[in-house]
């Protein structure tokens, strides 16, 4: 999928990214929030991977990439609730590396990249590639993974109806077909 070919040329940048989450970041929107290697959150941000609210599969490289961040376990409640997490929540678990005024959001995630820039340049990427080792390689694996499953559920009656029920705001009534 396009899509997917971005996110794993995003992932592919060398260059360390922090991201200023000021509201929701659901779905592909979590997926973007997590290219990056930082992420500062206003206090009103929150974290939703609903896929299955809608009848889907998740995207993004989200099944590689989120348990990376926050473990298993906790990927695992993401995505098998759907719930959302608030920026404090996400800071606990650490989603989220700093929670920020939202006033003040954008300048406080400029901070945190100049305090990554002012160190020797050739040294922070080869740390960083180190660090993320095979990442964008993993993610285009679980990407082409993940495209398949949304493939097969995009055409089933619960996919339609979650995308109803999610749009209208209340529980998908689901018949596993």
Known sequence: A????????????????????????????????????????APEARFTANFV????????????????????????LMFLTGRRIKAEEGLAWGLVDEVAPLESLRERAQELAAEIAENAPL??????KTLRGKLAQAVRAQTNHEHEQQAILRATEDFAEGVRAVQERRPGRFLGR
């Open 2 to 41: 396009p899509l997917y070919d971005q996110a794993v040329r995003l992932f592919s940048i060398e260059t360390p990214i922090v991201a200023a989450v000021q509201g929701a970041a659901v779905g592909a929107g979590l997926g973007l929030a997590l290219v990056a290697d930082f992420r500062v959150a």
């Open 53 to 76: 609210k809608l009848g889907f599969h998740p995207g993004f490289g989200l099944t590689h990439t989120l348990p990376r961040v926050i473990g298993q376990q906790r990927a695992d």
């Open 123 to 128: 040294a922070v990427v080869a740390t960083r």
